[in-house]
């Protein structure tokens, strides 16, 4: 097969995300891109939202008739003794409470439309997105604020689908109300004109004080919810060092300053919430003295006063609302941003430009370097090095001196910041992330399972993993006999994050899930760390024959694996200290050759080859 060369180079750059707390601060254009996505949202919906502006039109007429009755009943038939008319009213109002009613079912049914596509794009456009971004991206925020996101989207659903959508249609026609009291009682007209923009500049103020309490109260909470996550992970070493002690205080700290957060920002609330509703109680005094005086000056009827009062009641009821409702809106807005953030953040490459077909497994690197974070010190320093298909190079060095990023840099899950990593000659930048995972087998160092059966966790490697493929996998892992030996063999449910199973044997499943779709390169991470002595040799053994036709990179200290390896890198602060076969590099770094694995009783059958130290091809 012949190595393309490579097409392009990119400019790389650490993906990270925007960290701005306010639109000012990141700059209209950023601001707007943030916020762009509801748009988008918003756009296909406009239809749904016509109609539900269209049912509050009617229902907002409809709620005219019963001022309009109580008017009627004071002046027609209180007075004049009308029955008749009294009963006509009556029927009539029946049938506007039914026709209400309806209305109201239908705006119901309209909205829950609208939660349930805003759930289904938005969810769907999230958990896509999360999967898209690059692993350094994901690696910047803590586990709690992948997780608010999901909550977000659930704000988002709820602002656009409930109580605050239907304040936002019903508020326009806050204004019938008010034409109507003109109608009826031009004086109560004038009075609340001067009360309505009294409402609006509470509105506005509680806002803005609302506005600053929320940011702060945003950042105690998300160092809360970073604290309860930690401690959810790490709750079997909270146990075991009976940590609870040290954890209280923490917690405690954590916990008060977001409870004197969410008191402060609340007792602010309240206080603008209580003065709108005794600017309610004021208006409604000055309505009455104000109609009063001209129901004894003889230029108001005593029905004008009282339907007027309850269409004030109509009036200011959607005003008195959105002094409450700025928590909702700020909560929205943020939940907004959060997500904007987000879907603008730079993605994986999805498309390749190249078909590169099953690479040979030549890996190589040139001058790559890679820093966690853009003025930190190299983790890698201008690495060069060269592996030919085939064979195992161990990779070794001190703690801390590169191993597991130089594993993942060359698995491109993290973009070298200069230089590049080439796999069979071509630049890996140019893949995709599913043909690197494809092309390439990871054993990471924490052996992470999902929920579910043995067969699914193996099966995840590969997508349509047959059964061969399964057990090919699994018997080079060597984790076949031990399957077979459990009650449901491939079947048996490995638990949360495979709790029921052992270190040793999640290790070696994780080896399977990478073995599965027989990827030309394997890189493995500490694969023996949590194996017995026996694993470990039978292991050595599975390597062997697995590198006669794979490339094999792994990060070891294990004497047996070591004494597998063809070459040895050996890493030092980022930098390759010394590189070659391991027969001239091991008694250099070690003083002496790696032990051969001792075979444990019963010994090896005859057939299978015992590994030496340069056993492999
Ligand atoms: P090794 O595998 O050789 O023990 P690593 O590659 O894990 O070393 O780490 C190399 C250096 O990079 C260490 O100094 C470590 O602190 C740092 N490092 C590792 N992972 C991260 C990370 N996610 N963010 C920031 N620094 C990291």
């Known amino acids: 097969m012949s190595c393309p060369v490579t097409i392009f180079k990119h400019g790389r750059m650490h993906p990270t995300l925007p960290d701005k707390s306010s639109d000012a601060e990141s700059g209209p254009a950023q601001a707007a891109l943030r916020h762009e996505w509801v748009a988008e949202i918003v756009r296909p919906l406009k239809p749904i939202f016509l109609e539900v502006i269209a049912v509050s039109l009617f229902v907002n007429i409809l ?67 999360l999967m898209a971004l690059p692993l350094r991206t994901l690696e910047t925020k803590p586990a709690a604020f992948w997780q608010l996101l999901f909550r977000d989207v659930e704000v988002v659903r709820n602002t656009l689908s409930g109580a605050s959508a239907v304040l936002v249609a019903d508020l326009p026609f806050a204004l019938l109300f008010l034409v109507l009291i003109f109608i009826l009682a031009t004086p109560l007209g004038f009075v609340l004109l001067v009360v309505m923009p009294i409402f609006g500049f509470l509105a506005w103020y509680s806002a803005r004080a609302q506005q600053k309490a929320a940011k702060r109260e945003k950042r105690t909470l998300s160092g809360r919810d970073t604290l309860i996550s930690e401690m959810i992970q790490g709750r079997s070493t909270i146990k075991a060092l009976a940590l609870d002690d040290r954890m209280r205080p923490l917690w405690e700290e954590r916990t008060a300053a977001s409870i004197e957060e969410a008191i402060m920002r609340g007792t602010k609330n309240d206080t603008h919430v209580n003065l709108s509703a005794s600017l309610t109680m004021m208006t409604n005094v000055t309505l009455t003295t104000v109609g009063a005086l001209f129901i004894v000056a003889h230029e108001m009827t005593m029905g004008a006063l009282i339907a007027s009062n309850m269409l004030m009641g109509r009036l200011l009821g959607p005003l008195n609302q959105l002094v409450g409702s700025w928590k909702t809106y700020l909560g929205f807005r943020q939940s907004v941003e959060r997500l904007g953030d987000i879907f603008i953040a730079p993605e994986e490459l999805k498309e390749s430009r190249i078909d590169l077909g099953r690479p040979k497994g030549e890996l190589g690197c040139e001058g790559l370097t890679f820093r966690y974070a853009k003025d930190a010190a190299p983790t890698l320093d201008s690495v060069n090095m060269k592996v030919s298909p ?10 801390g001196s590169g191993k597991t990023t130089l594993l993942k840099v060359l698995m491109g899950l993290y973009p070298c910041d200069s230089g590049r990593v080439t796999l069979d000659g071509a630049d890996i930048a140019q893949f995709t992330r599913r043909e690197l995972a494809t092309w390439m087998g990871y054993v990471p160092q924490e052996c992470v399972l999902f929920s579910g059966s043995i067969r699914d966790n193996i099966a995840q490697g ?5 059964d061969e493929q399964i ?22 449910l490995v638990g949360e994050g495979g709790g029921i199973l052992s270190g040793g044997q999640r290790q070696r499943l ?30 050595a053994r599975n390597l062997i024959e697995l590198a006669k036709d794979h490339t094999i990179v792994m990060v070891t200290h294990s004497p047996v694996l070591l004494s597998v390896s063809n070459r040895v890198v050996a890493l030092d602060k980022g930098h390759i200290l010394a590189a070659g076969p391991s027969s001239e590099i091991l008694p250099r770094l070690f003083g002496r050759p790696a032990a051969a694995p001792q075979p444990q009783t019963p010994p090896p059958a005859p057939t299978t080859p015992t590994p030496t130290a340069r056993g492999a091809a």
Do not use: W
């Open 63 to 129: 709620a005219l008739c019963a001022p309009i009755f109580t008017l009627q009943v004071y002046d027609r038939v209180v007075f004049s003794g009308g029955l008749t008319t009294l009963q006509g009213l009556v029927i009539g109002m029946i049938l506007v409470a039914a026709f209400d009613f309806v209305l109201r079912q239908v705006r119901a049914r309209i909205l829950q439309t609208v939660a349930l596509r805003v759930d289904v794009v938005v969810g769907t456009r999230l958990f896509e997105k």
């Open 390 to 399: 085939g064979g195992i190079t161990a990779v070794v060095g001190p703690n």
């Open 510 to 539: 994780v080896l399977a899930r990478a073995l599965v779709g027989d990827p030309p390169v394997l890189l493995l991470d500490e694969p023996s760390s949590n194996l017995d002595r026996r694993a470990e040799e039978d292991l």
């Open 471 to 492: 057990l090919r996998a699994s018997r080079q892992a060597g984790v076949h006999p031990f399957i077979i030996d459990l009650p449901d063999g491939y079947g048996t």
């Open 462 to 466: 590969t997508a349509d993993a047959s």
